[in-house]
């Protein structure tokens, strides 16, 4: 069994500070973490994702996340918040077998304030 | 360009309605996917598809029905057994359904109820 826990359901940040963006998931395997993106009315973007490799994962748009296996946590970071960050950005849990289930977290919504 | 098209991007039905809602990619993906959207509670899955002639239901398949005639193409029915089907609806594919492969989305369709 997988689940995936997004702990905030809306983040608001100012313009230039920090993002973060918590996310922990739990995983019977050694599991694939990945995170996207979406704006109003599209499809999902890929902004990032870990697949056991490096456990500092860097992504498109200056995003960034750290696998942390003792904590069961992948949280999404960036060092300073642009306007066009303001999305609703999702942490995803795929685990191993024949078919690739996918469990998606509830979202985060970032808003940033200018 | 490479990507995942859906049409149309709103579709107005009534009820007892049965309509199909268009997936295609030119991606070269083996598998493809269908989720449902409502608010606050992420993607959930409708149907997927790992290879042509093959499809397995997901987690909400109540109501919808799916073909996969062609690799490129991967059309969903929401049928009038679907008892709330007023929703943002996005597919997505996938290289092949491995837990390390990232899913591509297209820009989704909403389908309202009236």
């Known amino acids: 069994a997988q689940s995936v826990t997004q702990l905030d359901s809306h983040v608001s940040v100012s313009e230039g500070t920090p993002v973060l963006l918590r996310c922990n998931y739990s995983?019977?395997?050694?599991?694939?973490l990945f995170w996207y993106v979406q704006h109003p009315n599209k499809g999902l973007q890929l902004l990032l994702k870990y697949t056991s490799a490096a456990t500092l994962v860097k992504g498109i748009n200056g995003f960034e996340a750290e696998f942390k296996k003792s904590e069961t946590s992948f949280h999404l970071t960036k060092p300073s918040a642009h306007m066009s960050d303001a999305a609703e950005y999702f942490c995803v849990v795929s685990g191993s077998g024949g078919y690739q289930k996918v469990t998606f977290g509830t979202g985060t919504k970032l808003q940033v304030i200018p | 360009d490479g990507g995942i098209t859906q049409s149309p991007k709103y579709l107005f039905r009534k009820e007892g309605q049965n309509v199909t809602l268009s997936c295609e990619q030119n991606?070269?993906?083996?598998?493809m996917y269908w989720y449902r959207q409502d608010p606050g509670q992420g993607l959930r899955l409708i149907y997927y598809?790992?290879?042509?002639?093959?499809?397995q239901k997901g987690d909400i398949a109540e109501g919808y029905s799916v073909s996969r005639e062609k690799k490129e193409s991967f059309p969903l029915t929401v049928t009038s057994a679907q008892k709330n089907p007023t929703a943002f609806y996005l597919c997505?594919?996938?290289?092949?359904?491995?837990?390390?492969?990232?899913?591509?989305f297209g820009p989704g369709t909403r389908l309202t109820v009236l």
């Open positions: 598809s790992q290879i042509v002639n093959d499809f």
């Open positions: 995983s019977s395997y050694s599991p694939s």
């Open positions: 997505a594919s996938s290289t092949s359904s491995g837990v390390h492969n990232e899913q591509f």
């Open positions: 991606l070269n993906h083996d598998a």
